[in-house]
């Protein structure tokens, strides 16, 4: 087991140093999620949520300590089927690397690391293990522990500092930041209104700072990459490939607009909404610049880690008015490392899964004929247009409260047409109309609020939404799969 976790955090270290992906651990773990069956990735989403990652982290630790511990029994007289073993993972290590599509032939060093490490120390320690004729030194069994104390410690350290290292490379945020205080804006983000939100009475802030802003990826890695590092490519079915560096997106005029996100995978009551002002290049200027060929449909866009794709339909992109974004930047600052740093895409009324790539470093313009993004392979729905929603945030759902007038209220949101109606309902009664926050714009969500009067007894409210062309949220019940849920949130609570 020692010798595992010393293959384990000289792997790391290695990869810090020279290319953080090219950790055996991550891209086995990366392996492991390109390669999982549908059902699994479903079920690990479900229930799991956010945390999948980390559980899916732990889960191959806990393999790794089981299968180490079983080479290390049946390695107590030679050290051969130990060997053996760490040769295996070795080489698994080296062909998740070797396979994993931003790979260069430098990434094999952490591979290599790891193997080089792992059957090291088995022989050193098994060598240090073997029964000695008595001396007047140190016994076996002391010796051995402090080599144990060793490598164990070695090892965390290692690792602990290729994390560090791998990290290192998001220090440019802060020159963003600054740079971006610095610049013009061709477009400004008007100043949300007062009236826009009712934190009071529950719902969220109107903008939802970073820290909050829900967060959704399949990186098991941050990919870490300077902006004077970055560049876009933006090519296939276009009258003139274009490559952009991050100072040629600064040069262009920066725009901002303030968006609300949404996952597909967002429940019917659920908690994956947020809302920023994002800043960047108009995606529409920049795609007509580029010059779209006739039946292209598709635009694919591919984080730097090439781990990840999305989709998105070009009418969506070349709609004049949809604002879809290039963003370098969120709420004031340069984008959060977890959110895009250094570019991402953003396109208001479309899934995240069909739009919103973080770290954007290609766009190829293709069709849907052509190819297919990541979740479409995975049976989820090829278009991703947003589904009219409403949530209730107070009263909280089995909570309880006094008799008498209760306050209601939550969100609802219908990109990129806006929200013009709300109505709650108490059990079975007619609906009513709630008051609507002052509106932002079409991109973003809507606060709401209105009160019910009950008596004591547990009790419903539900609500449901109408968009700006007058079509109300649908009430049929649909799960997230295949491209979004659908029916009308309720809550139930107790007065007394
Ligand atoms: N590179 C990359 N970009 C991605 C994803 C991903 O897994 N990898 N997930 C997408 C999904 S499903 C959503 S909902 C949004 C979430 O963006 P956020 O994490 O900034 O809220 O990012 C999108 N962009
Ligand atoms: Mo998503």
Redesign the pocket.
Same mark, same amino acid.
């Given at each position: 087991m020692l010798s595992v976790a010393a293959a384990l955090g000289a792997g790391h270290l290695v990869a810090g140093l020279v290319s953080p992906a090219s950790s055996p651990f991550l891209a086995v773990g990366n392996g492991a999620i390109a390669l999982a069956p549908q059902w699994l990735v479903e079920f690990a989403k479900s229930a799991f949520g956010t945390a999948d990652k980390p559980v899916l982290l732990a889960g191959m630790a806990l393999v790794l300590a089981a299968a180490a511990a079983g080479a290390g029994l049946a390695s107590r007289a030679r050290p051969q089927p130990g060997v053996r073993a760490i040769t295996a993972l070795g080489l698994l290590g080296f062909a998740a690397v070797a396979l994993s599509p931003a790979f260069t032939p430098v990434d094999l060093l952490a591979p290599a690391a790891s193997a080089g490490a792992g059957i090291l120390v088995l022989r050193r320690l098994h060598a240090l293990a073997q029964p000695r004729p008595a001396t007047a030194g140190p016994g076996r069994r002391s010796v051995l522990a402090g080599a144990s104390g060793v490598v164990a410690f070695g090892a965390l350290a290692a690792g602990g500092l290729g994390q560090l290292l791998g990290g290192r490379l998001t220090g440019s945020r802060d020159e963003v930041t600054a740079a971006l205080r610095g610049l013009p804006r061709a477009e400004r983000a008007p100043a949300v209104p007062a009236g826009a939100a009712f934190p009071d009475q529950g719902t969220p802030t109107f903008l939802t700072s970073n820290a909050d802003? &829900?967060? $959704?990826? /399949?990186?098991l890695r941050i990919p870490t990459q300077t902006a004077a590092d970055w560049s876009l490519r933006i090519h296939g079915m276009v009258g003139r490939e274009l490559v952009l560096t991050f100072d040629d997106l600064l040069a262009r005029p920066l725009v901002e607009r303030t968006i609300t996100? $949404?996952?597909? #995978?967002n429940e019917v009551g659920g908690e994956?909404v #947020?809302t920023a002002d994002f800043v960047g290049v108009d995606l529409r200027a920049i795609l007509l610049e580029a010059g779209i060929a006739p039946g292209a449909d598709q635009v694919l866009s591919t #984080?730097s880690d090439g781990?990840?794709t999305?989709g998105t339909p070009v009418d969506v992109l070349l709609e004049p008015d949809r604002g879809a974004l290039l963003a370098v930047g969120m709420n004031g600052e340069a984008l959060p490392p977890?959110? =895009?740093f250094p570019v991402?895409m953003v396109v208001p009324g479309l899934? =995240?899964?069909v739009s919103? /790539?973080?770290?954007?470093t290609d766009l190829e313009v293709t069709t849907f004929g052509a190819k297919q993004a &990541?979740?479409l392979q995975r049976g989820w729905g090829e278009r991703g247009p947003v589904k009219t929603q409403s949530r209730i945030d107070a009263p909280r759902g089995y909570g309880s409260t006094p008799a008498g007038r209760v306050a209601v209220a939550g969100i609802a949101w219908s990109p990129p047409r806006g929200v013009s109606r709300v109505e709650v309902r108490l059990d079975d009664g007619p609906w009513a109309d709630a008051e609507l926050a002052t509106e932002v714009g079409g991109r973003t969500w809507r606060m709401w609020r209105t009160s019910v009067d009950v008596v004591p007894g547990s009790h419903v409210v539900a609500v449901r939404a109408t968009d700006a062309d007058g079509t109300t949220q649908t009430e049929e019940r649909a799960d997230v799969l295949p491209d979004g849920a659908t029916g009308y949130h309720s809550v139930v609570f107790t007065a007394s």
């Open positions: 802003f &829900y967060r $959704i990826d /399949t990186a996100m $949404i996952c597909v #995978s994956y #947020s #984080s781990l990840w999305a977890e959110h =895009g991402r899934y =995240g899964y919103a /790539t973080k770290w954007v &990541y979740w």
